[in-house]
């Protein structure tokens, strides 16, 4: 009976709300490319009522029952505009112009959202300034970029893993326009493997996860491409020291329908044709392709979007005389396609349909005298999703999201075959098929000018492989913020997610030697919650934000130590990984970001504590994880010398990362062996890391939309040898190893070769629009 | 490839490892076969150079106890290595070894159990001499198990070894590699895990090791009058610890976390292993 009353009175409320505005309909674009703006900010001014663009730059925005209405608009890397409005039951279409000025921090924008969320809670930064931050060999790249971020760190040095805080890569959902993208890079991991000319908008979700997204553990990276300019044909190509890149752009129909293709490929693709009649060698390709086409219509807007990355080495030698060929290829395709249509009356659909191959190769090709053996390693992943929400602004008070999605995936995580000129004989593993379903439900309510909530609801249903088995998950999301003042807001959050897939990871680099496995009876889903409680102070030209969070994670599997891909013969992956994992971390993360004048920049610090428990491993203790990191430090600033000119640094300082190394060695003289004693896992630590990057920019923009950008620059300016990972390596003296019977070792020597990638590395790229 | 590319920014430097002090350390095998054999020498700290004679202990009392507390003190017939081929190792039985010594912490095992012996095992050989040009001529054996227990109760290890090291100059080594198609990276050297192979109910494999004994130079080749080739089943400690030197030899192991070493013994470090073998010498044409 109480709930029904509650209901009755939470009814009565949500209609008095609704009688008391009406609502605005739009869609914001880029003036000079007629592009759809994702995550753009609409706020009507006199009751600092704010929405927020959709997938499809669409927004609906409670207003008063005035004709004119002020509003003003907001977006990263544009123009700010304050406009009066005429108010009309159709969808409003409005323009912002992009930012002529040099890439730069957004302060202003964040104001706009009035609070509603914690600064660090979603992260959104301008792409053409992640573009702009010095990375490695200087390739523009915007995910790894974020890594600057709080709360978002790398794991080993230079790699485009992004650990966000304190999870593990195959926790983050990685949406490349709505598709999953499974070991996302190139390059063995030096590399993110989307084109960073078409890339137009990235979110990422740290805390606070709007009940549309699941099936991850710590984050959710939403990566969004360009649709394609519907005004006129754009081109535009860039070259570095590892790729060349192009995009072309334009209106199939204008100003109604667009292409975007872009591609870019590597320069040590060239060895491919030097080494193509040479009987020792390594060759490298690596590539990815994107187009999206995108159809607008005053009610509906569909985009279909297709993408594949492809890496490929080979290695020719030869082995006691004997020529071997390997080979080693990796890459994703994905498809999707994304409908939305308003139905009038506040009420739109948004229809996504998504699939997703990955898949890796490894061939080894020997010729011995019994004649050909070809062994080949494959690895692949198929996903197909789809999803569909409802979202219907009921008042100024009320809007809910609602929708459902389902999942069917197969995983064959081996299929080993070797083929001879007299058989051919396969071991695989199982082929793991698994299914899932989820219903989601988010309440938006805003409760006088001060409060807002998000209350989320995720029903989610895991059908896995096995002897039918099926797990169900409730997932609460809440999100409540509290306006303190003009400038200053409080939110906390709590968050419930599951994960049914497990990435077995050697933890050492992004190779797709990770082998995804999906959970089952003996490695459950794993679960995790997360508390979050955030402050955000802003100014006209500066922001400060804090967020304290612990997460409590369940069902965490970590591969047994000193267990490899490679090393692993058991046809049950199981029994190479400790399962029943509890993790816990804590954190707290603090961000200050400023404008003044030429000058921009930010700082930001992150205190944390990353703790794993699993019954076999360290005798059931607690202990720290491999990439647990205390003290987490990035200082970015950037300075415009003049109007084309702009140089960017950023400094990184954390403590090390963690490493099992042996404390003792002994002799087994029977075998002529040394034995290194290694009682606890991640017993070392690594010394402190710390880096600086700078690239001074030439931007030479025309009002015609051509732009010419000459970045040079260096990673690791001062060339610190920073620790990515360490071999010990042990050496026997007058005597032989392997094991003989005959001879005996005089003496052992023992070293730890601790190994540094990149020191300092000069780079010069160059991009041109046209 | 990563590697090679990597070690051109290696550096070494020193990480100041923890080392707790010098332990006793031992490597003790026991069987009915052969008895009790030990090599006891001392920890030494996980970087630097360290001779062999240095860290034997020589002056230690071995101590080998039955489950009746009866012990047995196992004699040093040379520096460092105590043996006594004569104790008497029954099947079933479980034993423990208990290893002192001046100013060292005194290091006991943990109770070993030998395990059942081979079951009736059938083994056929052909050897022939290959005169393929490899660089040096081969030995080639096939050799044929059949009739061992299903695979799980028990570990086995095939080993090949030549007696000892009687009558061969130590300037020559002495090797075979197993070669079969599945499990070519188990191989270590003279030692062959079929545990990690076989998959069918019994075991009843066929394996060709080339088996040499060469010199440095890998141009001369010592005549050999006999080989032992020795099928043994294992306990779990012993496998696993065999299996860590696999890891420790592989070319994959070096860019893998290194894991606790395997270990039965507590106030000091190392294994006792138990094993209960069969041992067929093979006279070579």
Redesign the interface.
Known sequence: MKYLQFILLFLSFVCLGNLSAQTLRGQIRDASTGENLIGAYVVERTTATVAQTDAFGRFTLPVPDDKLISLRLSYLGYEALDTLAAFDKQPLILYLQPDATLPTVEVSSRSDENGARSALATVNVPVELLNAMPAVLGEADPIKSLQLLPGISAGVEGMADLLIRGGTPDQNLVLLDGAKIFNANHL?GLLSPVNPDIVKNITVHKSAFPAKYGRRLSGVVEIDTEEGNKKEWKKSVGIGIINTRFQVSGPLVKDKASVSIGARTAHLSLLNLIAAGQDNG?TYLFYDFNVKLNWLTDKSNLSLSFFRNYDN?G?KDAF??LPVNANFAYGNTTGSARWAWSFGNNLDLVAIATGTRYFYRAEEDITT?SGPRMTTNLSSIRDLNAKVSLTKVFSSVLSVEGGVEATTRAIEPRALT?TTDESV?N?SLVKEVSRDFAGFLSLYLRLGSAVRVELGLRGQYYQLPGAAQSQNFLEPRTLVSYRVSPKSTLSGSYTFMSQPLHMIS????G?PTNLWVTANDVAPPATGQQFAVGYTYQEEASQYAFEAYYKSNKNIIDP?????F??S?S?NWEEDVSTGGRNRIFGMEFFHKQTAGRFFGWASYVLSWNRIQYNDV?GGRWYFRQFDRRHDLSLVAGYDLNKKWQVIGNFVVNSGFR?????????????N?V???????YN?K?PLYHRLDLTFRRTVKRSNGRSRILSLGCYNAYGR?N??????EEDL?GG????????????????????????FVPFLNYAATF | MLLTCFTACSKTVDLNLPFNGPQIAVVAHIDPAEGVRAFVSQTVAPTGEYLIEELKITNASVIVFDEEGNGTSVPQIRPGFYELPSLVVETGRRYRIEISATSLDTLRSEWVRIPNAVVEPVLESVIMLDERDFGFPNHEIDLFFSGIDPVGDTYYLTEVFLDRVNGIDPGYRFFADFDTRFCESENYNLQFFPDNCMQEDTFSYRYDPNINVINDEGTARVSMEEIVFALRSIDETYYSYLRDKLRLDGETGAILEARPSTTNVTGGVGVFLASNSFLEVVAVP
């Open positions: 063995f390594i080495m290695i006691i005389g005298g070797i004989e071991e050697n933890n050492f680099i190779i047994l130590p000193g267990v490899g490679f090393e013969n046809s360290n490493l099992s190394l042996p404390d003792a060695l002994y002799v087994d003289a029977f075998t062996d034995i290194p004693v290694v009682r606890e896992r070392t690594t040898r620790l990515s990972f360490a071999l010990t003296i032989q190893r392997p094991a003989t019977h005959i001879g005996t070792v005089e003496a052992v020597t023992n070293d730890v070769k601790l190994f540094s990638l990149f020191t």
